[in-house]
């Protein structure tokens, strides 16, 4: 069965650090999401991607964050500069359709990120 | 803001039917119902999805009522592995593509 695979499964760096997650969606999917779950805390939207650009974004989602899809298979979520309170476990996700128009959501198994 | 309401958590024993009810009064004409599964340190699992009536698949079944204000997850004869939290869903707009999860209802099973 095709899924969606995250990695680093799990990634530790320093406040004002920058780093990069990456996502390999399931290939024939057009739409892409970032969405992060802080711990104990429920899953919140970031982000999604469609046509090589930002289709919605939440209040979460500012300057310090970017996507981009480099190449045929990639997509990842870059933060610019690490605050304490971007610790949390980011999901990757993908789906062939619109969600909500008969459209099924797809998540990776995260990546965890521990900002000290 | 996530626009429907769920219990917060729930118990269950092995074998028994498992019935989570969403609230969901302000759903619009072309919004669809989805429910996800999520067990800890792992991303969310779609289970179901429909829009009216009652949609069945080989892990559970979604029951709508016409006014769809509503809608009802069951899981029939759960055993300790279905304990996890799960979510319902309103696509709220239809020409959104994101997914505003609630807190969600965690399901405890116990043996």
């Given at each position: 069965?095709p899924?969606v695979t995250?990695t680093?499964s799990?990634?530790?760096t320093?406040m004002?650090q920058?780093v990069i997650?990456?996502c390999?969606?399931?290939?024939?999917?057009?739409y892409f999401y970032w969405?992060?779950?802080?711990?104990?805390q429920k899953?919140?939207?970031l982000?999604s991607?469609y046509?090589n650009?930002?289709?919605?974004?939440?209040?979460?989602?500012?300057d310090?964050?970017s996507v981009?899809?480099?190449?045929?298979?990639?997509?990842t979520?870059k933060?610019r500069?690490?605050?304490?309170e971007d610790?949390?476990?980011?999901f990757?996700?993908?789906?062939?359709?619109e969600q909500g128009?008969?459209?099924?959501l797809?998540f990776?198994?995260?990546?965890?990120?521990?900002?000290? | 803001?996530?626009?429907t309401?769920q219990?917060i958590?729930?118990?269950?024993?092995?074998?028994?039917?498992?019935?989570i009810?969403?609230s969901?009064n302000?759903?619009a004409t072309?919004?669809y119902?989805?429910?996800?599964?999520?067990f800890p340190?792992?991303g969310p699992?779609?289970?179901i999805?429909g829009?009216?009536t009652?949609?069945t698949?080989?892990?559970?079944?979604?029951f709508i009522?016409?006014?769809?204000k509503?809608?009802?997850?069951?899981?029939?004869r759960?055993?300790l592995?279905?304990?996890?939290v799960?979510y319902?869903?309103v696509?709220?707009?239809?020409?959104?593509?994101?997914?505003i999860?609630g807190t969600g209802t965690?399901?405890?099973?116990q043996?």
């Amino acid at each position: 069965e095709p899924e969606v695979t995250q990695t680093p499964s799990h990634q530790v760096t320093q406040m004002g650090q920058e780093v990069i997650l990456r996502c390999v969606p399931i290939s024939n999917h057009l739409y892409f999401y970032w969405y992060r779950q802080i711990l104990g805390q429920k899953v919140e939207f970031l982000v999604s991607f469609y046509n090589n650009e930002i289709s919605e974004k939440s209040e979460i989602f500012d300057d310090q964050f970017s996507v981009e899809r480099p190449d045929g298979s990639n997509f990842t979520l870059k933060i610019r500069s690490t605050k304490l309170e971007d610790s949390a476990m980011y999901f990757c996700a993908s789906s062939e359709d619109e969600q909500g128009n008969t459209g099924e959501l797809f998540f990776g198994e995260g990546s965890r990120l521990t900002v000290l | 803001l996530a626009k429907t309401t769920q219990p917060i958590s729930m118990d269950s024993y092995e074998g028994q039917e498992v019935n989570i009810t969403c609230s969901h009064n302000n759903i619009a004409t072309n919004d669809y119902i989805t429910w996800y599964q999520q067990f800890p340190s792992q991303g969310p699992r779609f289970i179901i999805q429909g829009y009216k009536t009652k949609v069945t698949n080989e892990v559970a079944s979604l029951f709508i009522p016409a006014d769809r204000k509503s809608s009802t997850l069951s899981l029939p004869r759960v055993s300790l592995s279905d304990t996890a939290v799960y979510y319902c869903l309103v696509d709220y707009g239809g020409a959104t593509n994101k997914l505003i999860f609630g807190t969600g209802t965690l399901l405890a099973v116990q043996p």
